[in-house]
């Protein structure tokens, strides 16, 4: 079964500091992995993928197979940043996703 | 490009009724999904029409049920509503066979089940 786990709910973090949302998950195929993003008031849109291998907003995810684990990740936190974070996976093209239960990452001034 | 739009944007209901949620999909798409969102949750899939066929259903009962239209737009019905359907329901649509794999939500609709 697919399971997509976020230990943490909230990240409070001031203006500049680091940043690390962790996400694990378990699949026994090869998923594909992704972080969506609700902004307050806005609808859950993606962020990143991890088959893309970019960095959206000067945020990064890196796919550990052998810890399972897609940690979201930013240097310098800004204030925009503040949003609920969801680390979603699908097992293949045109496929359900399945969530964690999300992060509210706050980025205090 | 319109994005996807759902209606209505919430809506309150007892227990018993029959619910209809309505969705249209991003130009362009011709797969929808629904999804449920408890309060503090994550989406959680409910099922999934490509060419007005269901293509696949996560762990919700059976009266939870949808139709996929000609022009790609879905509804998501639900029968005998129970206290626990209320949620926020997302709609997703994407393009099958599209590169990346990507979902586009729509707003949500807010049940309410009193």
């Known amino acids: 079964a697919q399971r997509v786990t976020q230990p943490e709910k909230l990240l409070s973090v001031f203006k500049g500091a680091p940043v690390e949302l962790k996400c694990n998950y378990s699949?026994?195929?090869?998923?594909?992995l992704f972080w969506y993003v609700q902004y307050s008031r806005q609808r859950l849109q993606l962020l990143l993928r991890?088959?893309s291998r970019e960095s959206i907003k000067g945020f990064t995810a890196d796919l550990n197979k052998g810890e399972t684990s897609f940690h979201l990740k930013k240097p310098f936190a800004q204030e925009e940043d503040s949003a609920m974070y969801y680390c979603?996976?699908?097992?293949?093209?045109?496929?359900?996703?399945?969530f964690g239960k999300g992060i509210t990452l706050s980025v205090r001034p | 490009e319109t994005g996807v739009t759902q209606s209505p944007t919430h809506l309150i209901k007892t227990r018993g009724q029959q619910v209809t949620l309505r969705c249209s999909s991003q130009?362009?798409?011709?797969?929808v999904s629904w999804y449920q969102q408890a309060l503090g949750q994550g989406p959680q899939f409910i099922f999934q029409?490509?060419?007005?066929?269901?293509?696949g259903r996560g762990n919700f009962p059976p009266r939870f049920s949808g139709l996929q239209f000609p022009n790609y737009s879905s509804e998501l019905n639900v029968n005998a509503l129970e206290l626990d359907d209320s949620a926020l329901y997302l709609c997703?649509?994407?393009?099958?066979?599209?590169?990346?794999?990507?979902?586009?939500f729509g707003p949500g609709t807010r049940l309410t089940v009193l």
């Open positions: 997703a649509s994407s393009l099958a066979g599209a590169s990346g794999n990507e979902q586009f």
């Open positions: 699949y026994s195929g090869s998923p594909e």
């Open positions: 991890h088959i």
């Open positions: 979603a996976l699908t097992s293949g093209a045109n496929s359900k996703l399945t």
């Open positions: 130009s362009g798409h011709n797969t």
């Open positions: 029409y490509y060419r007005e066929e269901e293509n």
